[in-house]
Every structure is written in C-alpha cells, then in structure tokens.
C-alpha cells in the first residue's frame, strides 16, 4: 500500500507541490477569492490561502533548511515516510507539510461551477453508502464529529470507498495514519476555514460545502485509484 500511495500522489500532487530553487511554493489559485459566494465568503478565501496556507508552506520550508539532506524529497514522500523524518522536525513537517498537501488538495476540489459525481463514482458510492445522499449524511456527521480541528476524506482504500478522518494537519498518506489509502475528496474543519461565516455552525458550512464541489476532479481521482487500491 505504501509504494502504491507514494506511486499514485506522486501523479496527483506533482502539479502543486513542486519547489523551486529547493524550496516548498504557495501554488496559484485557479479562481478568485470570491468564486464561492455565497457559500465560502471571500475574505476567508483570502485569509484562508494567503495567510494559513503560505505559514505552512513558509514553516516547512524553514523546517527542512535545519536538514539540508531532505531538500531532494518531495512533500509526498515527506509524508508516506513522516517516521523517518529528523525527529527534532518530525512535528514540523507533520504539521506544515500536512498542511501544505491538505490545502493544495482542498483547493484543487473546489469549482465554482455545477458539477456531479460520474456514473462510475456514482455507482460505487451508492455500493457504498446506499446513495449518494446517504454518502452525504456520513460524511456530514463525520465532519462534524471530529472534535477541535481537522480533516473528514472520502479515500480508497483496498478498492472500497471510505469516509475517515484526521486531527490538526494529518491525512490519510502518513506513515502513521490509522486510516491510510489515496483521497479523492477532503474538507478542511478547521475553525479558520469557516469562523467568520458560519462562526459555530460547523454543520451549515459543512452542508454548504455541496455547493462547491468539484466532482469533475473528484471522479477523475477515483478513476485514476480504483484499481490500484
Ligand atoms: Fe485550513
């Protein structure tokens, strides 16, 4: 399982976690921050990317100029081996670099537009789940069960679908993630990622989420990992 995450995310994240001059970068948005109104307001979209996400990515980068020798891994790679990572930046990396690859992948499921899941995606979720709304209300109660700060995915996991969720910055690719297998869909729970619109409503924004889904992409992952996990 492990070679094959490491195989597959090295596909999915190569367009986002790419460095340059040795150096993590904070990838470009494809939208504006008001491309979710009124679902994500625009203010937390900007707070969100150029403050949080560019700490992590600022944070690992200074983490990992203590271990030069590291500078030659990819974030993936960082993370599929986080218990081999020097243990006096193990909780950096953990930390910055989960956050790093956890919002370059929420962003990159975000769309503006309409979409739906595809036929294929769909029928494995209704094998799944019952349906897709079923999927939905799991996946809802998940998000919202998940106590202080963290994630909720939807993986693929020995060839089934999966709803799991990590704490802080975790994800289900560390080394040492109870749940592991490749994600196709995540949601940030973090406060930060929803406080100034939904303030304690953690549930109207997870609800409101459904709005902004890229499906499109989501099905491309699951056709893209279905078979290999
Ligand atoms: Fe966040």
Redesign the pocket.
Known sequence: MKTKVFISFMTVLQLFTYRLDAQFVLPPLQYTYDAFVPHIDSVTMRI?YNN??RAYVNNLNAAIDKHPELKNKDLEELLSGITAVPEDIRVAVRNNGG?HY??SF?WMLLNPGQTKPSAKLEKAIVAEFGSVNNFKAEFEKTATARFGSGWVWLIVSDGKLKIVSTPNQDNPVMSDAPDKGAPILAL?V?E??YYLKYQSNRSAYVKAFWNVVNWDKISDLYNAYSDLY
């Open positions: 969100h949080h996400h956050g956890n919002h929420f940030d973090w930060h990622a």
